[in-house]
């Protein structure tokens, strides 16, 4: 049950961190309404909590694992609501990030 919590909030986190600074990307950068800033901002406060519900205690290995998960994340995003198609170096890129976060999160660790 700890690698699917484990992975079920990362993708919480990316869906909030991701959609967050998009929807702040519409409202800047694209000309849509204020309120869409505001809901993108309401969304990275819901990021920054998802990290502490983490399992593992240790701030700095959820978020550098968090940070593959962000790289796959972000390419993802943009296919569905950007009509971005990613080449081959993206897509390997975004897979060896995501090896990173299984090895940073899963490897066996001594208990000292």
């Known amino acids: ?4 919590k484990t992975i079920l ?21 694209e000309g849509k309404e204020w309120w869409w800033a505001g809901l993108g901002v309401l969304a990275l406060g819901v990021y920054g909590f998802a990290a502490t519900l983490q399992p593992d205690a240790h701030f700095g290995r959820i978020l550098a694992a968090y940070g593959g998960v962000f790289v796959a994340g972000s390419l993802a995003w943009g296919m569905v609501f950007d009509g971005f198609r990613p080449d081959r170096w993206d897509i ?15 490897a066996p660790r001594n208990a000292g």
Not at 11 to 20: P, Y
Not at 92 to 106: H, N, Q, R
């Open 1 to 4: 049950m700890t690698i699917a």
């Open 9 to 29: 909030l990362f993708v919480l986190a990316a869906a909030a961190e991701i959609g967050g600074a998009w929807l702040v990307w519409q409202a800047v950068r």
């Open 92 to 106: 390997i890129g975004s897979v060896i990030c995501l090896l990173g976060v299984a090895v940073i999160m899963f």
